[in-house]
Nanobody, 128 residues
Framework: QVQLQESGPGLVKPSQTLSLTCTVS??????????WNWIRQSPGQGMEWMGA???????WINPSFKSRTSISRDTSKNQFTLQLSSVTPEDTAVYFC????????????????????WGQGTQVTASS
């Protein structure tokens, strides 16, 4: 059974960089052919896919976040990390990590509906 657990600060000040880590157990983040995703849900909004890192380490970022988002990993700890810079109050949301695969047609990560394992989510508030 694969388990994912998000960790990071619950409060971040505007203009700062948010850093969240997802720790994976029960499966390796380098295992073929999985993609490891970050998603968020803002108050009153639907789920928003932010980006993913693949089993080979290459990354995909939602164009809406591309200028201020990076995703990296530490294979020795079986973790992957989201960094979101220049945070504003609009970045207040519950942030989730999840496992998915690759869309064979587009070559991009699978849509959210195809994700099979999710973390419980972590609330992040961007406020001074």
């Amino acid at each position: 059974q694969v388990q994912l657990q998000e960790s990071g600060p619950g409060l971040v000040k505007p203009s700062q960089t948010l850093s969240l880590t997802c720790t994976v157990s029960g499966g390796s983040i380098t295992a073929n052919y999985y993609y490891w995703n970050w998603i968020r849900q803002s108050p009153g909004q639907g789920m928003e896919w932010m980006g993913a890192i693949a089993y080979r380490g290459n990354t995909w970022i939602n164009p809406s976040f591309k200028s201020r988002t990076s995703i990296s990993r530490d294979t020795s700890k079986n973790q992957f990390t989201l960094q979101l810079s220049s945070v504003t109050p609009e970045d207040t949301a519950v942030y989730f990590c999840a496992r998915g695969g690759r869309d064979s047609v587009t070559g991009w990560p699978d849509p959210l509906s195809e994700f099979d394992y999710w973390g419980q989510g972590t609330q992040v508030t961007a406020s001074s």
